[in-house]
């Protein structure tokens, strides 16, 4: 089966910055986008940023400018640098991947567990 593992989740002061991983792994044939999203308390699940797999990015429009995202594909690897963190930006970010298991497979959406990522004084 698949797993999706995220880290580098915690504690930060606004305007700080954090890093956060997720690695792919199990029975992989292929990834093609791979991403995160957020969701905080009482809001619906937001998209933060995704990447191709030939490395194009995107980005809410909260986040532009302030997050980079970025992959390995040699480590099925996908992470996200945040910079110049808001109070506004606290929630559970949860890695996405769009996953092939086989050459004739169906591409999947796999989700991770989710890394509490909490913005304060």
């Known amino acids: 089966q698949v797993q999706l593992v995220e880290s580098g989740g915690g504690l930060v002061l606004p305007g700080g910055s954090l890093r956060l991983s997720c690695a792919a792994s199990?029975?992989?044939?292929?990834?093609?986008?791979m991403g995160w999203y957020r969701q905080a308390p009482g809001t619906q699940r937001e998209l933060v940023a995704g990447?191709?797999?030939?490395?194009?990015?995107y980005y809410g429009s909260s986040v532009k400018g302030r997050f980079t995202i970025s992959r390995d594909n040699a480590k099925n690897t996908v992470y996200l640098q945040m910079n110049s963190l808001k109070r506004e930006d606290t929630a559970v970010y949860y890695c996405?991947?769009?996953?092939?298991?086989?050459?004739?497979?169906?591409?999947?959406?796999?989700w991770g567990q989710g890394t509490q990522v909490a913005v304060s004084s």
């Open positions: 990447i191709t797999a030939d490395g194009l990015s």
């Open positions: 996405v991947a769009d996953i092939r298991t086989s050459p004739s497979g169906a591409l999947l959406r796999y």
């Open positions: 199990g029975s992989i044939f292929s990834i093609a986008a």
